[in-house]
């Protein structure tokens, strides 16, 4: 019942330039519009995060590539407003969502009860059913970092049903817009803070005082300089770039529904299934309107499939499967993708090549010391991690993608995974 009645407050135990709060004080801010209107935010702490990639390239093959995730985080009681004003907004939007008949294409950031696997099953069934038709992917281009802050301001202001933004709504649309960060690495040298242990006998990042002394006076605050982009992890972000797109998705719907087709949304992902005579029409008229909210499609990431029935079986024209949430499919075939496999097998030697350099360096510690070397590799925790054994891990999720899809194939794809591990583990 506590959890329903304030369901916006989330306790954040991360270092940063305020400490911690109760729910008493961070109610009684946000509950005053008067005293959000003149708050003064933080700036964000930016950090990246730098992740291992791997995907097919023209010629079929693997090819490894490292992506940046960009990650800015608000300090504690900034991040309760936005997870407030991210629950009044929510309320809204869900309401329009439903006169809008929207429930079942806008597929990111909403409490369905559904996850990725439910998403592209219910794709595949579509296509499946349908048989003969297209299905067209667009991918828009750096989604959060590209919103123009005139249309989100807009598009805000219309969820509220008015004509401008109130004082207390505008001055957390513009802490997200004219948002200032402090790069983590340099913050923390500055400070003397470690960066793996950064709250050992701290609540906080510094005093109000370091903080105007050090941070800011110091030259460590970067702004927004652009008339575009929001920071894509504070607790509202989410909610905001589904309001900036609820027109889009409302066209969109109405003319895939008027060809007899079907349109999904999962963040900047679209997908539009349709009559092969109709795709270039809907995908003509995405980029049309994608323009109208001053964003992009990434041409490169652009997907067209068509299905027809061979020989009372459905097949994908070409070499290439539908692609789509992490899961592949052929017309026949459900499968997860072998880009994704291929990442996980990766991590999976690295893990067990790491125990057992932990294990070498343990026991060498023993001999110098005189003790016979007795450190083992700890086998339960790597099948914790890389093996159907464990609770929830990339297999687990594959495992049960394969007993709701009901794809063998997907078995098939999996089964070698654990005589990999085996051998890894006997190196």
């Given at each position: 019942?506590?959890?329903?009645?304030?369901?916006?407050?989330?306790r954040r135990?991360?270092?940063?330039?305020?400490?911690?709060?109760?729910?008493?004080?961070?109610?009684?801010?946000?509950?005053?519009?008067?005293?959000?209107?003149k708050?003064?935010?933080?700036?964000?702490?930016?950090?990246?995060?730098?992740?291992f990639?791997?995907?097919?390239?023209?010629?079929?093959?693997?090819?490894?590539?490292?992506?940046?995730?960009e990650?800015?985080?608000?300090?504690?009681l900034?991040s309760?407003?936005?997870?407030?004003?991210?629950?009044?907004?929510?309320?809204?939007?869900?309401?329009?969502?439903?006169?809008?008949?929207?429930?079942?294409?806008?597929?990111a950031?909403?409490?369905?009860?559904k996850?990725?696997?439910?998403?592209?099953?219910?794709?595949?069934?579509?296509?499946?059913?349908?048989?003969?038709?297209?299905?067209?992917?667009?991918d828009?281009t750096?989604?959060?970092d590209?919103?123009d802050?005139?249309?989100?301001k807009?598009?805000w202001?219309?969820?509220?049903?008015?004509?401008?933004?109130?004082?207390?709504?505008?001055?957390?649309?513009?802490?997200?817009?004219?948002?200032?960060?402090?790069?983590?690495?340099i913050?923390?040298?500055?400070?003397?803070?470690?960066?793996?242990?950064?709250?050992?006998?701290?609540?906080?990042a510094?005093?109000?005082?370091?903080?105007?002394?050090?941070?800011?006076?110091?030259?460590?605050?970067?702004?927004?300089?652009?008339?575009?982009?929001?920071p894509?992890?504070?607790?509202?972000?989410?909610?905001?770039?589904?309001?900036?797109?609820?027109?889009?998705?409302?066209?969109?719907?109405?003319?895939l529904?008027?060809?007899?087709?079907?349109?999904?949304?999962?963040?900047?992902d679209?997908?539009?299934?349709?009559?092969?005579?109709?795709r270039?029409e809907?995908?003509?008229?995405?980029?049309d309107?994608?323009?109208?909210?001053?964003?992009?499609?990434?041409?490169?990431?652009?997907?067209?499939?068509?299905f027809?029935?061979?020989?009372?079986?459905?097949?994908?024209?070409?070499?290439?499967?539908?692609?789509?949430?992490?899961?592949?499919?052929?017309?026949?075939?459900?499968?997860?993708?072998?880009?994704?496999l291929?990442?996980?097998?990766?991590?999976m030697?690295?893990g067990?090549?790491?125990?057992?350099?932990?294990?070498?360096?343990t026991n060498?510690?023993?001999?110098?010391?005189?003790s016979?070397?007795?450190?083992?590799?700890?086998?339960?925790?790597?099948y914790?991690r890389?093996?159907?054994?464990?609770?929830?891990n990339?297999?687990?999720?594959?495992?049960?993608a394969?007993?709701?899809m009901?794809?063998?194939?997907i078995?098939?794809?999996?089964?070698?995974?654990?005589?990999?591990?085996?051998?890894?583990?006997t190196?």
């Open positions: 019942m506590h959890l329903k009645k304030h369901a916006w407050f989330k135990g991360y270092l940063h330039f305020d400490s911690p709060v109760s729910f008493k004080k961070a109610q009684k801010l946000v509950n005053s519009p008067k005293r959000v209107s708050h003064s935010f933080y700036p964000l702490i930016h950090y990246s995060i730098k992740s990639k791997v995907k097919l390239n023209a010629a079929g093959e693997i090819e490894p590539k490292w992506k940046t995730r990650i800015k985080y608000a300090a504690h900034d309760h407003i936005y997870a407030y004003y991210s629950w009044l907004l929510g309320k809204r939007y869900e309401e329009e969502v439903q006169r809008r008949g929207l429930h079942e294409n806008v597929l950031f909403r409490s369905l009860g996850n990725n696997i439910d998403f592209a099953n219910d794709v595949f069934e579509i296509i499946k059913k349908k048989g003969r038709c297209s299905a067209v992917g667009l828009i750096g989604f959060f590209n919103l802050h005139q249309v989100l807009r598009v202001s219309n969820l509220l049903g008015l004509k401008k933004l109130p004082d207390d709504h505008f001055a957390v649309y513009k802490s997200l817009t004219q948002y200032a960060y402090v790069d983590r690495t913050l923390f040298k500055e400070l003397g803070i470690s960066i793996n242990n950064p709250k050992l006998n701290r609540h906080r510094c005093t109000a005082k370091e903080f105007r002394e050090k941070v800011r006076n110091g030259g460590l605050i970067y702004r927004n300089q652009n008339d575009f982009g929001i894509q992890g504070s607790p509202v972000s989410a909610l905001l770039s589904n309001i900036y797109m609820l027109d889009f998705d409302s066209k969109m719907k109405a003319a529904e008027s060809q007899g087709g079907h349109y999904f949304r999962y963040c900047d679209m997908l539009f299934i349709t009559k092969p005579a109709l270039d809907a995908e003509t008229l995405a980029l309107e994608i323009k109208r909210l001053k964003l992009e499609i990434n041409a490169a990431k652009t997907e067209v499939r068509d027809y029935r061979y020989g009372g079986q459905l097949r994908c024209k070409g070499k290439k499967s539908l692609q789509y949430l992490g899961f592949t499919f052929d017309g026949e075939r459900k499968l997860i993708r072998s880009a994704a291929a990442k996980f097998s990766n991590r030697k690295a067990v090549r790491s125990a057992r350099k932990t294990v070498r360096r060498s510690e023993l001999l110098k010391n005189g016979p070397p007795s450190e083992q590799l700890r086998k339960k925790k790597l914790e890389y093996s159907h054994l464990g609770k929830r990339f297999l687990t999720y594959g495992y049960r394969a007993k709701e009901q794809s063998s194939a078995k098939k794809q999996l089964k070698p995974m654990w005589s990999r591990l085996q051998k890894e583990m190196k």
